[in-house]
């Protein structure tokens, strides 16, 4: 059975990487949801890739703050697409995680997307279109959203249009 996997370094990411496994379940898409760490459980990060890969992981959402290397820990251990979230957070606010996980090496690429909230639910959405290329109900699936949202524009703009 194919699914996404979602890694986070720490609990205390939860509360924002809900909003990625909320949207997996918007679409019914398959996901799996754990916590290990780069620093902190690297043993544990390396082995989770390596089985969730024979089980069927199509791609892998890392989200981490601070150092934030824990995206860049998969790509170092999977060429599946990783997508890294980069949490709010740490000294600089999210801004050292936003760059931490951004600045990968060439040939190590990791797609990352928006600081917090809006990052976890774009990484699902990102996770999405990359199985969409293989899923026909899921691509007319997510078409049918951005109609939803073009139309609520259009709804919010009559509310204010003068
Ligand atoms: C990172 O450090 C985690 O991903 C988290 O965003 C941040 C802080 O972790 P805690 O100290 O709250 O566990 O590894």
Redesign the pocket.
């Known amino acids: 059975m194919s699914f996404v996997s979602i890694i ?6 939860y509360e924002v990487m809900k909003n990625c496994a909320d949207t997996f379940e918007k679409f019914n898409v398959n996901y799996e949801m754990i916590i290990s ?1 780069a ?1 902190r459980s690297p043993e544990r990060t390396k082995e989770y890739v390596k089985n969730a890969e024979e089980k069927g992981a199509i791609a892998f959402i890392a ?6 290397h ?1 995206a860049g820990a998969l790509a170092a251990t999977t060429t599946k697409p990783v997508i890294g979230v980069p ?1 709010k ?2 000294a600089m606010d999210g801004m050292d995680a936003m760059l931490s996980t951004v600045q990968m090496p060439s040939g190590m690429p990791v797609a990352t997307v928006a600081l917090g909230r809006t990052g976890a639910i774009n990484a699902a959405y990102l996770a999405m279109q990359i199985l969409a290329i293989s899923d026909k109900e899921l691509s007319v699936k997510l078409k049918e959203d951005r109609i939803v949202k073009s139309k609520a524009v259009e709804a919010d703009s009559k509310e204010i249009e003068v």
């Open positions: 986070m370094g720490s609990k205390s990411d760490s620093h989200a981490a703050g601070m150092a934030a824990l949490m957070g740490g």
